[in-house]
């Protein structure tokens, strides 16, 4: 899903892989791993490749995904008022 772009925003991943197994993978509990879905910018880049790897999918897609969930469809990188 992700590598044909079915998947175009982080949060998105989470229709399809239940957060509870996420958090569990990374050592972390629910209510931390809702708060980083939907605030992408307080992940480190430890979970993201973390994550990478969790769903074999190259680590720079994933940051892309995180990176468009966060700033939006600005390339820039600056985040949307």
């Known amino acids: 899903m992700i590598e044909g772009k079915h998947i175009s925003e982080f949060k998105e991943i989470f229709t399809h892989v239940p957060k509870t197994i996420m958090a569990h993978d990374l ?34 897609t994933i940051f892309s995904l995180a990176h468009t969930q966060h700033f ?5 990188g600056k985040k949307k008022p």
């Open 27 to 60: 050592g972390t509990n629910n209510n931390r791993m809702t708060r980083l879905i939907t605030n992408v910018e307080q992940f480190t880049l430890a979970e993201l490749y973390k994550i990478s790897d969790l769903l074999d999918v190259d680590y720079k």
């Open 72 to 76: 939006g469809n600005d390339k820039r």
